[in-house]
């Protein structure tokens, strides 16, 4: 199966469940290496469908301060887009099952090789992309390389976005579109922003793909109201700001409540590969 399908077969499990995907996010290497595996295991094992994968970048412009900051302590441990691939190829051969993006920006996969980066993540098991300052516009090598490979492209819209360009956008689109919920950067917010449902409502006239909807998202209400409009829903600040809170040693055990918390759901099990 390729990354594409695994990613739209978790989208269409979630819908059959009659709940949104929940997508979780969290920087490779964060707060260190070794923690990373226990922590993408304690994401699905809290009720994960998908798991983005942070690959650690010095700039990254569209994060607030909470994933910047997991940026940079990953950055000072050293960890590059080959070890990100490596974590996520080390776990694939343990059986874990969850489909993988990884998240990022354009220059640790330019630097690598659009090409390399695309076979390397078929070989580890990494199921797509979402690079954040890459628009489908400017990706048609990227993009070509994702196909050829079966692995996922995910592209953002945004509120500002035109309609003429969120039908271009999803048009290089084939497990989802990734719909920013806010003209600003990640990070927890008491309350969704107003216009939403009539945000989505022009993506979805303009793509049959399911819609997930990140930037924001820290609490079960969210998650519950979300799911009236989008068939996925993101989360990635509070995540990390989760994994603060605890001490090292007992950040798996943190993310994996506060991910039950937010998915309503306990005791979920690991698909088998």
């Known amino acids: 199966m390729t990354g594409s399908a695994r990613i ?24 260190s290496p070794a923690a990373t595996p226990q922590i993408l295991r304690a994401l699905a094992e809290g009720g994960a469908d998908v798991i983005e994968l942070g690959v650690p970048f010095s700039d990254p ?31 694939r051969s343990e059986g874990f099952a969850t ?80 719909c920013v919920s806010v003209t600003g950067t990640t990070g927890a917010r008491q309350e969704l922003p107003p216009g939403l449902e009539e945000f989505l409502a022009r993506v979805r006239a303009r793509t049959e793909l399911p819609l997930a909807v990140g930037f924001g998202i820290s609490r079960r209400e969210h998650v519950l109201a ?17 994994i603060d809170a605890a001490p090292e040693a007992g950040a798996a055990a943190q993310v994996r409540r506060y991910v039950e918390e937010l998915t309503g759901r306990k005791g979920h099990e690991v698909s088998g590969p």
């Open 226 to 242: 979300l799911g009236r409009l989008a068939d996925g829903v993101v989360v990635g600040s509070a995540i990390i700001a989760a």
């Open 99 to 178: 489909p993988i993006l990884l998240m990022g920006y354009y220059n640790p996969i330019l630097a690598f090789g659009e090409a390399r980066a695309a076979a390397r993540a078929a070989e580890a098991g990494v199921d797509g992309f979402i690079v954040v300052d890459l628009p489908p516009e400017e990706a048609e090598g990227f993009l070509s390389e994702c196909r050829r490979t079966g692995r996922s492209f995910v592209p953002l819209v945004a509120p500002t976005t035109s309609d003429e360009r969120i039908g271009r956008i999803a048009a290089a689109a084939d497990s989802f579109l990734y």
């Open 61 to 91: 412009l569209a994060d607030g301060a909470t994933i910047q900051h997991a940026n940079e302590v990953a950055l000072r441990h050293g960890v590059t887009i080959e070890d990100t691939f490596r974590m996520v190829e080390e776990l």
């Open 8 to 31: 739209r077969e978790a989208f269409r499990a979630a819908k059959e469940a009659g709940r949104p995907a929940f997508i979780a996010y969290v920087t490779a290497g964060y707060p």
